[in-house]
């Protein structure tokens, strides 16, 4: 059974960081595209980010670029989301994806319970 359990989310002022973890299990997880995707309140879900690393590869969506890093320690089956220089548009749910959700939600066959972020003064 895929499990992903994030963790480390919590109220930020604004121009603060966090790191996000997910612990991955049920699955090979350094075989696996994984990605980050978040839902602020009252809107859609929206992809932040997604890792390819097998191949080395990272992508990330315009409104986090250069602020959030994807990472990945296959060793210990678990993915970070380091965000940095948070804005109060951060604000939202964030949730471990099973998936190259770069290309497309859809592709996304499993999530994590998710971590709530909140950036407030």
């Known amino acids: 059974e895929v499990q992903l359990v994030e963790s480390g989310g919590g109220l930020v002022q604004p121009g603060g960081s966090l790191r996000l973890y997910c612990v991955a299990s049920?699955?090979?997880?350094?075989?696996?595209?994984m990605s980050w995707v978040r839902r602020a309140p009252g809107k859609d879900l929206e992809w932040v980010s997604t890792?390819?690393?097998?191949?080395?590869?990272?992508y990330y969506a315009d409104p986090v670029k250069g602020r959030f890093t994807i990472s990945a320690d296959n060793a210990k089956n678990t993915l970070y989301l380091q965000l940095n220089s948070l804005k109060s548009e951060g604000t939202a749910w964030y949730y471990c994806a099973k998936g190259d959700a770069d290309v497309g939600l859809d592709n996304v066959d499993a999530w994590g319970q998710g971590t709530l972020v909140t950036v407030s003064s």
């Open positions: 049920g699955f090979t997880f350094g075989e696996s595209a």
């Open positions: 890792i390819y690393s097998y191949i080395g590869k990272t």
